[in-house]
């Protein structure tokens, strides 16, 4: 047991310090990529969608892992909240249906450091 145990801390420790380069978080291909390595488990975030669906995200606001920025049918919904005493600027999950969300872009941070 003690070996599982390392061994899933290992993968999980993976998952949130170099697996979000390779596919963006909280994604089926990161799910998948982290089953095919083995994971034991997964742990998911969860956000709410305008039409009250919940979807696998670190957090609301989508404008570093989607292509949000770029398009202009979306371009109203840009916004200004605080959310756990910080102020974030973007687009949020919760301004946007399921079918829309699945319309946007993934990108993973890594490509977003390097836009």
């Not at 596919?23 to 956000?47: C, F, M, N, Q």
Request: some cysteine; overall charge neutral; charged content about 25%.
């Amino acid at each position: 047991m003690r070996g599982r145990l390392r061994r899933s801390l290992r993968i999980h420790w993976y998952l949130l310090t170099e697996g979000h380069q390779l596919r963006p978080e909280h994604t089926l291909a990161s799910y998948a990529k982290a089953i095919a390595d083995g994971a034991d488990y997964i742990e998911p975030d969860l956000v709410m969608t305008k039409d009250g669906v919940m979807v696998c995200r670190h957090e609301s606001n989508i404008a570093e892992t989607t292509d949000v920025a770029q398009r202009p049918e979306f371009a109203s919904r840009k916004r200004t909240v605080v959310i756990d005493g910080k102020t974030a600027t973007g687009w949020f999950t919760t301004d946007f249906t399921l079918a829309e969300l699945k319309t946007a872009g993934e990108r993973t941070s890594w490509q977003t450091a390097h836009a």
